[in-house]
């Protein structure tokens, strides 16, 4: 393996996007050769992160169509992470110049938002790697040499997005990388901080700086509707079941009705009958208000079209209450819904740059 290292590495200082022979050895080391050598280590890996040995992905990648400045090889949990753009896993990172190689415990820089690939947004990384770290933090004390920033020097945006993507990295110097069963060493403890983040990812109700699992839901549904084959199924995280979207928006009523009647309002849960969920009055005022409640940050929300029109029409008089951060104990039965944080626009203006469009009806003219 370490000879591989140093091969690839030697090979990234004469990159080129054009696939020449030099860029094709170093697509079938990354691709193949140190794929392979990973999984001979698939049943340790699988005791390391602590999920079934047939669950343990490995892959590499090298580019499609144009060679990437940056080439990867990742292992990572099928279940959890089956693709390079989702959750946590960790890789062999080649910096673009051919000086270094990171084993990083890295996540997903790119998120598919209606149905376009696009950079995470650098505050969303951050809240993700804020959360990891402290969940790692008593294994990580075994190796002082963790690196927290990686510098792959690269020219390319692309090669420069993996950057802020890293939890905890091992640096490997291009005139020192360490021997083989060192490596091996390594690989494992690295497997052992994943299977931490994957264990708290999977009781976790949120985790920071991903999609809301609302967002998630719509985007999937959209793309299961118009039948694209890039529809996922499973992936990081919970879907919510009919029973937990119940509780949730049980909890974020209850809330809001609360809120508003403290401030002298007459409340009618209207959310069965009217395309908005409350009815206020107080004298002759009265107020249209839509309510969502979510386990997320609550700093995006799913709207209908139906439910920005009406809201539309209703303006001013009407009001946007989001109950965010509500946690859900799914080993009650039935499962609960409790906390929240409340915060209520009124009146809401929707602004179209507000709105991100999820999928369209197309009249074909058959």
Same mark, same amino acid.
């Given at each position: 393996m370490d000879e591989l290292l140093s091969e690839a590495l030697g090979l990234q200082k004469v990159w080129q996007a054009k696939n020449t022979e030099e860029m094709q050895r170093r697509g079938v080391i990354v691709?193949?050769?140190?794929? #392979?050598?990973?999984?001979?280590? %698939?049943?340790?890996?699988?005791?390391?992160?602590?999920?079934?040995?047939n669950d343990v992905g490995v892959e590499g990648k090298d580019g499609a169509g144009q060679k990437a400045e940056v080439v990867w090889t990742r292992v990572y949990s099928k279940s959890r992470t089956p693709s390079a753009t989702?959750?946590?896993?960790?890789?062999?990172?080649?910096?673009?110049?051919?000086?270094?190689?990171?084993?990083?415990?890295?996540?997903?820089?790119t998120e598919w938002i209606a149905g376009e690939l696009k950079p995470r947004e650098p505050a969303a990384l951050k809240k993700r790697i804020d959360w990891a770290r402290p969940l790692i933090e008593q294994a990580a004390l075994e190796r002082p040499d963790l690196l927290t920033e990686i510098r792959l020097s690269a020219r390319t945006k692309l090669g420069k997005g993996y950057e802020?993507?890293?939890?905890?990295?091992?640096?490997?110097?291009? #005139?020192?990388?360490?021997?083989?069963t060192v490596l091996s060493e390594d690989l494992l403890f690295m497997a052992r901080l994943l299977g931490l983040l994957y264990k708290s990812a999977d009781e976790a109700t949120y985790v920071p700086g991903d999609l809301p699992v609302e967002v998630r839901e719509a985007t999937q549904s959209a793309a299961t509707t118009a039948n694209r084959r890039s529809a996922r199924k499973g992936g990081q995280g919970f879907l919510l079941t009919a029973a937990e979207r119940r509780a949730i928006e049980k909890c974020s009523v209850l809330l809001a009705t609360e809120h508003f009647e403290a401030q002298g309002w007459s409340v009618k849960d209207v959310g069965s009958s009217k395309p908005y969920d409350?009815?206020?009055?107080?004298?002759?005022?009265?107020?249209?208000?839509?309510?969502?409640?979510?386990?997320?940050d609550g700093s995006q929300i799913i709207l209908t079209r139906a439910e920005v029109?009406?809201?539309?029409?209703?303006?001013? #008089?009407?009001?946007?209450?989001?109950?965010?951060?509500?946690?859900? #104990?799914?080993? %009650?039965?039935?499962?609960?819904?409790?906390?929240?944080?409340?915060?209520?626009?009124?009146?809401?203006?929707?602004?179209e740059e507000t709105l991100t469009v999820i999928s369209y009806i197309h009249r074909t003219g058959l």
């Open positions: 691709r193949t050769e140190v794929r #392979d050598w990973l999984r001979e280590h %698939a049943e340790a890996l699988a005791t390391a992160m602590e999920i079934p040995l989702d959750g946590w896993y960790i890789v062999y990172l080649f910096s673009g110049d051919g000086e270094r190689v990171y084993l990083s415990l890295n996540q997903g820089t802020p993507g890293n939890v905890v990295a091992i640096e490997y110097q291009r #005139d020192a990388i360490p021997e083989s409350l009815h206020l009055t107080r004298a002759d005022e009265e107020l249209h208000v839509e309510v969502k409640g979510t386990t997320s029109e009406w809201q539309r029409r209703f303006a001013p #008089d009407n009001a946007l209450v989001v109950v965010h951060s509500i946690e859900l #104990d799914r080993t %009650a039965e039935p499962v609960s819904a409790t906390g929240g944080v409340l915060h209520c626009t009124s009146p809401w203006t929707i602004e």
